[in-house]
């Protein structure tokens, strides 16, 4: 037995034309963690509700790897978080994640992603979300995928309207210690915009994993 066998989602890859989702083994973390320090945003803007990237070189490198860790270790099928390393042409870009709970009876969760400053700009934050989206309707019998953006964020805002996302009401919330705007987005599979068609593999063992297989 390897370790995808124990945790079914390390062995999970999505293939989008030049892009490719795949799990976050142990081996990747470190690469993630660089790719982190180079920049995801502009310091003096902050894109997530809970501001990780704040944090110093060496405790983000570390925060990093416990909250991958963390994900395999809390996982079960009432409460999980799907993470995936991002590649695109071979280099790794970032990473595009699902979150979810009692995901069997709801078949609902929201996605979230991060992508390296020095790669953006290139159309592949839209192609991250168009692979995970494909997955989870056409492999995972997801009924709707939710996302969320702050209301000054507008680059995020374009990649969820490009993908099919409609507003789904704005809720005011905390941030560095201000007021933000947060907006629901949720996607419906017939309005879904699709990208390059995917090629999955290890999708019925993470089918199993999750429960909507016996």
């Not at 979150?99 to 020095?118: M, Q």
Request: charged letters at 20%.
């Amino acid at each position: 037995m390897d370790l995808v066998d124990a945790f079914p989602p390390l062995g999970l890859r999505i293939e989008a034309g030049p892009l490719v989702l795949r799990g976050v083994t142990d081996e990747l973390i470190p690469a993630l963690s660089e790719l982190a320090m180079s920049g995801i945003h502009d310091p003096a803007f902050m894109p997530f509700s809970f501001p990780w990237t704040d944090a110093p070189a060496e405790k983000l490198r570390t925060d990093l790897a416990q909250y991958h860790w963390g994900n395999r270790a809390r996982w079960s099928e009432a409460a999980w978080n799907l993470e995936l390393a991002v590649e695109y042409d071979g280099a790794l870009v970032g990473t595009q994640g699902f979150g979810t709970r009692d995901y069997v009876s709801t078949l609902t969760g929201e996605t979230g992603s991060w992508l390296a400053l020095k790669h953006q700009g290139r159309g592949i934050g839209t192609q991250m979300r168009q692979a995970i989206c494909a997955f989870l309707f056409d492999y995972a019998d997801a009924a709707e995928v939710t996302s969320a953006a702050f209301t000054d964020n507008p680059n995020s805002l374009a990649v969820s309207r490009k993908v099919g996302y409609r507003p789904d009401g704005d809720i005011r919330v905390k941030r560095r210690d201000t007021l933000a705007i947060s907006r629901r987005l949720v996607l419906m599979p017939e309005a879904f915009v699709r990208g390059e068609p995917i090629t999955v593999t290890g999708a019925a063992a993470f089918r199993t994993f999750i429960g909507l297989d016996s």
